[in-house]
C-alpha cells in the first residue's frame, strides 16, 4: 500500500481536565513536571503544557459554558488527543482527503506567550479527522509557525527527568480498526501486529492499539477506566533521564524493578508509565 502522508511524527499528546485547570496544573505539577504558564487560545480554550524533547504533553480545559470548546466539557477526563507534526497542513488536508479518510478544512488559531521583551503570539493551522471518525478520541495534526514560542529551553527540565513520549496506548475491543484506519493514512509498512494488538510507528515513538484485556495485563489496577466505551485512550509511557530523578519526584506512582507506573485516579485519568 502506499503511504497517502509521509512516515508520521508525534507533535503533542493531549490530556482533558475540562473546567478543573487549576487541579489539573496542581497534578502534574506534583507528577513533577514542570508547566508553561497558562495560555489562551483564541478558539476559547485554556492550556498547560509539559515541553519536552521534541513533543510536549498538554493539558487542555474550557471555562464552563464555553460554547466554542464544547467537545472538551463533554469528553470524559484524560487523555483524549493524539497529534502528528506537520510541516505542510494544506498538503496533510489533501492527501487524507485523497485517502478517503474523514478530514476538517485546516483551522488557524493563536495564543499569546509572554517572554522576554514582550509578548508575542503563537500561532498553529490545525488538521483534524472529523469528530467520530475515532471514537478513542482527537486525532490530528498540527503545524507550528512559530516553534521557537512552544519549544524553549527553560520549559524543558523536568524534575521527574522527563525527556519524551515513547509511547501513547489506545484501548479498543477490535485493535484491527484503527489499525486499518492508521494504515490506510500511512501506509501498511508503518505499521505492526504486537501481543494484543498492532502498533504505529510515530518517528521515534509508537501509538499501540491494543485489547482492553492487554491493557490490564499491562497496567492491573492503574489502568484508565474506559467507563464501557469500546475504545478510549488510556496510557502514555515517558521516557525519563533515569528512575532514581523520577522516583525523587513522583510520591504517588508504584516502582517496579523496570518502570515507575502512575495510576490513572492520580493523572486525570490517564496511566502514566516512566521508563528509562
Known amino acids: 500500500m502506499t503511504a497517502a502522508l ?25 507528577l513533577g513536571f514542570t508547566m508553561t504558564p497558562r495560555g489562551y487560545h483564541t478558539l476559547g480554550s485554556m492550556n498547560h503544557l509539559a515541553i519536552l524533547g521534541t513533543e510536549y504533553l498538554e493539558l487542555i480545559a474550557a471555562r464552563p459554558g464555553e460554547t466554542r470548546r464544547a467537545e472538551i466539557l463533554a469528553s470524559p477526563f484524560g487523555l483524549n488527543g493524539l497529534v502528528f507534526g506537520t510541516e505542510d497542513s494544506a498538503a496533510a488536508y489533501a492527501a487524507l482527503h485523497a485517502a478517503g479518510v474523514p478530514v476538517e478544512a485546516p483551522l488557524e488559531f493563536s495564543r499569546p506567550v509572554e517572554i522576554t521583551g514582550g509578548t508575542r503570539d503563537a500561532t498553529f493551522r490545525t488538521v483534524r479527522l472529523t469528530p467520530g471518525t475515532v471514537p478513542a478520541g482527537r486525532i490530528y495534526f498540527c503545524h507550528h509557525f512559530t516553534r521557537d514560542l512552544v519549544w524553549r529551553d527553560e520549559w524543558r527540565h523536568h524534575a521527574n527527568g522527563a525527556i519524551g513520549v515513547a509511547r501513547a496506548v489506545i484501548a479498543a475491543r477490535d485493535p484491527s480498526v484503527l489499525g486499518e484506519l492508521f494504515a490506510r493514512m500511512f501506509g501498511s509498512d508503518a505499521m505492526r501486529n504486537i501481543q494484543g494488538g ?7 515513538s509508537r501509538f499501540d492499539v491494543l485489547t482492553i484485556e492487554e491493557i490490564a495485563r499491562q497496567f492491573g489496577d492503574a489502568a484508565a477506566s474506559g467507563d464501557g466505551r469500546d475504545e478510549y ?25 523496570d518502570r515507575i507506573v502512575v495510576p490513572a485516579s492520580q493523572a486525570f485519568g490517564v496511566t502514566l508509565e516512566f521508563r528509562a
Not at 498492532?198 to 521515534?204: E, T
Not at 533515569?242 to 508504584?254: F, K
Open 6 to 30: 509521509p512516515m508520521p511524527t508525534l507533535d503533542h499528546v493531549v490530556v482533558n481536565v475540562r473546567d478543573r485547570i487549576d487541579e489539573g496544573l496542581e497534578t502534574y505539577q506534583r
Open 198 to 204: 498492532c502498533s504505529l510507528a510515530v518517528g521515534l
Open 233 to 257: 485512550m488510556a496510557a502514555l509511557t515517558v521516557l525519563t533521564r533515569s528512575l532514581e530523578m523520577a522516583a525523587r519526584a513522583i510520591a504517588n506512582g508504584r516502582r517496579e524493578a
